[in-house]
């Protein structure tokens, strides 16, 4: 999977700038196998630029994928949303800013946010 990750990495460098998401990066601090300290080398051995801030535009657009998303899933489920607003703001933020997203999880974004641009990790392991 790191080779993976490593090829996808490079290849989308050669496309473009790559960013994280405030959020992403926030979530990784409480990752229990990450330190500050190796999150930060990680970024700055890939070339990858902390994001900041969020555009008050992400904050309205997560905002509204999430109201699409907890409509749908009321309507086709008996439980409530099980997503959090954190990854609409991830959503939002590829979408808004950086025009396309590394993911594990292609499902949640093709539906909440059919017309980003996604590479999915998952996918790619298969090829």
């Given amino acids: 999977m790191q080779n993976v990750v490593r090829a996808a990495l490079n290849a989308l460098r050669d496309d473009g700038t790559?960013?994280?998401?405030?959020?992403?990066?926030?979530?990784?601090?409480?990752?229990?196998?990450?330190?500050?300290?190796?999150?930060?080398?990680?970024?700055?051995i890939t070339g990858i630029t902390l994001d900041l801030p969020l555009l008050d535009a992400v904050w309205t657009e997560?905002?509204?994928?999430?109201?699409?998303?907890?409509?749908?899933?009321?309507?086709?489920?008996?439980?409530?949303?099980?997503?959090?607003?954190a990854d609409f703001l991830v959503g939002a933020h590829a979408l808004l800013q950086a025009e396309q997203l590394i993911t594990l999880d292609a499902k949640f974004y093709r539906t909440n946010f059919p017309e980003l641009r996604l590479y999915p990790l998952s996918e790619l392991t298969q090829e």
């Fill in 18 to 44: 790559l960013v994280i998401s405030p959020v992403v990066y926030a979530e990784s601090l409480a990752h229990p196998n990450y330190s500050e300290e190796g999150i930060n080398r990680f970024l700055s």
């Fill in 62 to 85: 997560a905002g509204r994928r999430y109201c699409q998303y907890a409509v749908r899933r009321r309507q086709f489920h008996t439980e409530p949303p099980r997503r959090i607003l």
